[in-house]
């Protein structure tokens, strides 16, 4: 049995490829670090590209996860699956295989190279608040909760599937 760490929250996405199994393999990924647990996970989310614009649609989505991890080890542990699923950095926010973001950790606030916490734009970009506060929206960040924070953003073009939170595991099913 795993033990009872601190509470995280990351982000998913991706549109190259099939992103919904990458998130999932994700997922797994981080289930299987003996010190993180997957709690809860989001639906997932279809939301136009944001940034450059000029690029497919992506999936996104997010995660709870308990974990004894620091937050620089929850960081390491992402950049793992990202980098065990073929993610390639070319261009900002450009077309990816998969994204992994560590949104909030705990009530933390962390600012060290490479890792901002809470996610410095997190509060800016509706198709990450989308999938976070379907699974956590009371959740305060910078003061106000996720519910208030996605009200002032702009929504259009983010489609919750129709895919429930065992999405990840029922892509594992099927294999």
Same mark, same amino acid.
């Given at each position: 049995?795993?033990?009872?760490? @601190?509470?995280?929250?990351?982000?998913?996405? $991706?549109?190259?490829?099939?992103?919904?199994?990458?998130?999932?393999? /994700?997922?797994?990924? #981080?289930?299987?670090?003996?010190?993180?647990?997957?709690? !809860?996970?989001?639906?997932?989310?279809?939301?136009?590209?944001?940034?450059?614009?000029?690029?497919?649609?992506?999936?996104? !989505?997010?995660?709870?996860?308990?974990?004894?991890?620091?937050?620089?080890? *929850?960081?390491? &542990?992402?950049?793992?699956?990202?980098? =065990?699923?073929?993610?390639?950095?070319? @261009?900002?926010?450009?077309? =990816?295989?998969?994204?992994?973001?560590?949104? #909030?950790? $705990?009530? =933390?606030?962390?600012? @060290?190279?490479?890792?901002?916490?809470?996610?410095?734009?997190?509060?800016?970009? /509706?198709?990450? &608040?989308?999938? &976070?506060?379907?699974?956590?929206?009371?959740?305060? #960040? !910078? $003061?106000?909760?996720?519910? #208030?924070? *996605? !009200?002032? &953003?702009?929504?259009?073009?983010?489609?919750?599937?129709?895919?429930? $939170?065992?999405?990840?595991?029922?892509?594992?099913?099927?294999?």
């Amino acid at each position: 049995m795993k033990r009872t760490g @601190e509470t995280a929250y990351l982000g998913l996405g $991706g549109n190259l490829g099939e992103p919904a199994a990458a998130m999932a393999a /994700a997922l797994r990924f #981080v289930e299987a670090d003996p010190d993180t647990r997957v709690v !809860a996970v989001s639906s997932l989310y279809r939301t136009p590209p944001w940034g450059k614009t000029d690029q497919p649609d992506f999936l996104n !989505a997010a995660a709870e996860v308990s974990t004894c991890l620091s937050p620089r080890g *929850l960081l390491d &542990l992402c950049l793992r699956a990202e980098q =065990r699923l073929k993610r390639v950095r070319a @261009e900002r926010w450009g077309p =990816r295989v998969i994204d992994l973001d560590v949104l #909030v950790f $705990g009530d =933390r606030t962390v600012a @060290e190279d490479g890792l901002e916490i809470p996610h410095p734009r997190m509060l800016e970009r /509706a198709f990450v &608040l989308a999938p &976070l506060a379907e699974i956590a929206p009371d959740l305060v #960040v !910078a $003061g106000e909760t996720l519910m #208030v924070h *996605l !009200a002032r &953003l702009d929504t259009a073009g983010i489609e919750k599937l129709p895919s429930g $939170g065992a999405w990840w595991q029922e892509a594992a099913s099927r294999r």
